[in-house]
């Protein structure tokens, strides 16, 4: 982990910490989820559901109308909801990953139980949440988005799902 990284983490665990909850007007996300996903939306903690909201409101702010990549905004940490993070497990993904960079990779493997559990749902998060909005009935696409939103975007993408990961994944790491 970079530098600006950490910072950008330490940015998000101050805003978690401070900044009030903001009110998300169902009808603004309504029209991107399906009645299957809303309720996986609302299941998130109230720092995912906001930080969900403002990738999906950042998104539609530049110009962005694609449908299944909105729908993928505000789901793509849902599988968060399979064991939720505390603040302590946040501080530790981000210190551990700043200190201990091959050593966190091999921690978010195996059962997320004990302290690996912070770095098992960091890593596997997207695979988790890609299977809850697909038995859910969401789109193919949404769901490709929401497995594979933490993979780094290419240079130079050559498909359209590379341009909305590329989409996806610069507004996600601004909030």
């Known amino acids: 982990m970079t530098l600006p990284r950490f910072a950008y983490r330490a940015r998000q665990f101050w805003n978690a910490l401070l900044k009030p909850e903001i009110h998300i007007p169902t009808?603004?996300?309504?029209?991107?989820?399906?009645?299957?996903e809303l309720p996986l939306f609302?299941?998130?903690q109230p720092s995912?559901?906001?930080?969900?909201?403002?990738?999906?409101?950042?998104?539609?702010?530049?110009g962005q109308t694609e449908a299944n990549l909105l729908s993928a905004a505000l789901l793509h940490?849902?599988?968060k909801i399979l064991s939720p993070l505390s603040i302590l497990d946040r501080?530790?993904?981000?210190v551990?990953?700043?200190?201990?960079?091959?050593?966190?990779?091999?921690?978010?493997?195996?059962a997320p139980k004990g302290l690996r559990r912070p770095f098992v749902v960091a890593a596997c998060?997207?695979?988790?949440g890609a299977d809850l909005v697909e038995k859910a009935g969401g789109p193919a696409l949404t769901v490709e988005l929401i497995?594979?939103?933490?993979?780094?975007?290419?240079?130079?993408?050559?498909?359209?799902v590379e341009e909305l990961l590329a989409d996806l994944h610069a507004v996600d790491n601004e909030h």
């Open 27 to 36: 009808g603004a996300i309504q029209p991107y989820l399906t009645p299957a």
């Open 42 to 44: 609302r299941q998130m």
């Open 48 to 62: 995912e559901q906001r930080h969900s909201y403002l990738v999906f409101k950042r998104l539609r702010e530049s």
């Open 77 to 79: 940490d849902v599988g």
């Open 91 to 94: 501080v530790l993904i981000v």
């Open 96 to 110: 551990g990953r700043y200190l201990f960079p091959k050593a966190s990779r091999r921690w978010g493997t195996g």
């Open 125 to 128: 998060h997207g695979e988790w």
């Open 147 to 160: 497995r594979r939103h933490h993979e780094p975007p290419v240079k130079e993408p050559a498909t359209r």
